[in-house]
């Protein structure tokens, strides 16, 4: 965790509320596209086949002031949506960066889950199964899992490996396919995070970047992506996995390779 995020804030040390950070270990305010692909442990399946870098705020106690560590992210990589046709799906360019969510948000996406970036629900229980989704944190069960899942457009420009917001340079699919405007169609990003509930629940838990009183935890849900794949290892999954429409389970290459270790 630190209060850096080397997309909005790059070369500010501490410039940012507090985030939690996944994939590359070496990611601070000074990182790079250089860097990302380049240097740095990384604590995915795989190990520095993916030194992607993956953020999100951190989830704060608020009745303690302290932040909470999250059990893991899970990350899928998936084929086409809204007219996408998984044939037309290119690998990402390398240094590729986004964001998903609204920071700055004070009240509710009153999109359907479906047409929202951002959704919460709780996941996970004894049984195995999970509450259906919501634009704000829902209180859970000790034992459970608060989950935020965070959708990324999968339409890009072609030119641009970030924009002034950090996310006009990507579009979604209208449902057609992507449009003229981001022609290139890319995996879609997407990210599951979970933290345990304890004993005492979660009613006191906001994100780091929630800068609203009252209403529920959550609604500035955002999440940051930058690409730090190894462009061989990419190819792989890309042509045997999300182009053949193929379910390759969570670390598998699709050519038998499976992705494992990590480490910070």
């Given at each position: 965790?630190?209060?850096?995020?080397?997309?909005?804030?790059?070369?500010?040390?501490?410039?940012?509320?507090?985030?939690?950070?996944?994939?590359?270990?070496?990611?601070?305010?000074?990182?790079?596209?250089?860097?990302?692909?380049?240097?740095?442990?990384?604590?995915?399946?795989?190990?520095?086949a993916n030194r992607s870098a993956y953020w999100v705020p951190s989830m704060i106690?608020?009745s303690t002031g302290a932040a909470i560590e999250p059990a893991f992210l899970i990350?899928?990589?998936?084929?086409?949506?809204?007219?996408?046709?998984?044939?037309?799906?290119?690998?990402?360019?390398?240094?590729?960066?986004?964001?998903?969510?609204?920071?700055?948000?004070?009240?509710?996406?009153?999109?359907?889950?479906?047409?929202?970036?951002?959704?919460?629900?709780?996941?996970?229980?004894?049984?195995?199964?999970?509450?259906?989704?919501?634009?704000?944190?829902?209180?859970?069960?000790?034992?459970?899992?608060?989950?935020?899942?965070?959708?990324?457009?999968?339409?890009?420009?072609?030119?641009?490996?970030?924009?002034?917001?950090?996310?006009?340079?990507?579009?979604?699919?209208?449902?057609?396919?992507?449009?003229?405007?981001?022609?290139?169609?890319?995996?879609?990003?997407?990210?599951?995070?979970?933290?345990?509930?304890?004993?005492?629940?979660?009613?006191?838990?906001?994100?780091?970047?929630?800068?609203?009183?009252?209403?529920?935890?959550?609604?500035?849900?955002?999440?940051?992506?930058?690409?730090?794949?190894?462009?061989?290892?990419?190819?792989?999954?890309?042509?045997?996995?999300?182009?053949?429409?193929?379910?390759?389970?969570?670390?598998?290459?699709?050519?038998?390779?499976?992705?494992?270790?990590?480490?910070?």
């Amino acid at each position: 965790m630190a209060f850096d995020d080397p997309i909005v804030a790059p070369g500010r040390p501490g410039g940012s509320h507090l985030h939690t950070f996944f994939g590359n270990a070496g990611v601070d305010a000074f990182s790079t596209a250089a860097t990302i692909a380049g240097s740095g442990g990384s604590t995915c399946r795989g190990g520095t086949a993916n030194r992607s870098a993956y953020w999100v705020p951190s989830m704060i106690d608020t009745s303690t002031g302290a932040a909470i560590e999250p059990a893991f992210l899970i990350s899928y990589y998936k084929s086409g949506y809204l007219g996408v046709s998984p044939s037309e799906i290119q690998a990402f360019p390398p240094g590729l960066r986004m964001i998903s969510g609204r920071s700055t948000a004070t009240s509710p996406d009153p999109a359907p889950s479906w047409r929202r970036p951002v959704n919460w629900n709780c996941g996970f229980d004894s049984t195995g199964n999970g509450t259906e989704f919501s634009p704000g944190m829902q209180q859970c069960a000790p034992g459970q899992f608060v989950r935020l899942t965070l959708a990324f457009p999968q339409c890009w420009n072609g030119r641009d490996l970030d924009s002034a917001d950090h996310q006009s340079h990507m579009a979604w699919a209208d449902g057609t396919g992507c449009p003229a405007s981001h022609p290139v169609a890319v995996p879609q990003v997407t990210m599951n995070f979970y933290w345990p509930v304890p004993a005492g629940g979660n009613g006191a838990w906001r994100l780091a970047s929630d800068m609203y009183d009252g209403g529920v935890a959550g609604w500035s849900g955002h999440a940051d992506w930058w690409n730090g794949w190894d462009p061989a290892v990419e190819q792989v999954w890309i042509d045997r996995c999300v182009r053949a429409g193929v379910d390759c389970s969570v670390e598998m290459l699709g050519d038998g390779r499976e992705l494992v270790g990590g480490s910070f």
